[in-house]
């Protein structure tokens, strides 16, 4: 507990101001990252929505440009005639009702699922499995499509799905430490873009309430939000 509570005080003494640009952001959040195995870089975003409200919800995905330095595990519930290509492909697992027996069964080791329109309502009875891990596939996150193949490439290369939460708030990572400062803005930007263009019609007022970035050991910075590049 000591040594953490000096590690944590060594770390607050290095945030010397209230808030940074994305670029100063990014260039301290790699000194912050002293742990000892690669730490990932996350956002924290509050923004001015009420989720209980359908005009109020934010759920998508965007590519990073620099990809997540995260090796995904994507599962893909096809038709039979289609598990190899999917396989091939680079998904981590891949069936048809073999499939959604291990997963009603609580198999769920997978980071994304992708399935077809045809296929949803057989996942539909899924929807206490899922939804809580927020693994249902959704057409707004791209997760359920007609080009199963093109999909897993997209979120192989960086491809990133996210959602707010009931209260309003966006986690996310967009990278790792040992990513460079300019590769970490570009996937900074590229997450403050996503959000700006996916405002929910619902919104009033101010949309953006905070933005915080950290390490994950790391305190959090407070990003200027007129920082990000338009």
């Known amino acids: 507990m000591k040594k953490y509570t000096k590690r944590i005080k060594q770390l607050n003494s290095l945030i010397t101001e209230e808030s940074y640009t994305a670029n ?10 002293t742990a000892k195995f690669v730490e990932s870089v996350e956002a924290h975003i509050s923004l001015n929505i009420d989720p209980k409200y359908a005009n109020q919800q934010l759920r998508t995905s965007l590519v990073l440009p620099n990809g997540t330095g995260k090796e995904l595990k994507i599962a893909v519930f096809t038709e039979p005639d289609f598990v190899a290509e999917a396989l091939e492909n680079g998904a981590t697992v891949a069936g048809s009702d073999d499939l959604l027996e291990d997963m009603s069964a609580g198999n769920l080791n997978f980071d994304i699922l992708i ?8 996942l539909a009875k899924l929807g206490r499995v899922l939804g809580p891990k927020g693994l249902m596939p959704s057409p707004k996150s791209g997760t359920v499509t007609q080009n199963i193949k093109e999909t897993i490439i997209e979120f192989k290369k960086g491809k990133l799905e996210y959602r707010a939460d009931k209260t309003g708030i966006v986690h996310l990572s967009f990278g790792k430490a040992s990513f460079t400062s300019e590769q970490l803005e570009e996937n900074l930007n590229a997450v403050f873009e996503s959000i700006e263009k996916n405002k929910p019609s619902g919104v009033k007022g101010r949309y953006f309430k905070s933005f915080y970035v950290c390490t994950t050991m790391s305190p959090a910075l407070n990003i200027q939000l007129n920082s990000f590049k338009k």
């Open 24 to 33: 100063q952001a990014v260039t301290l959040l790699k000194d912050l990252a």
């Open 115 to 122: 399935t077809t329109p045809q296929l949803m309502p057989k």
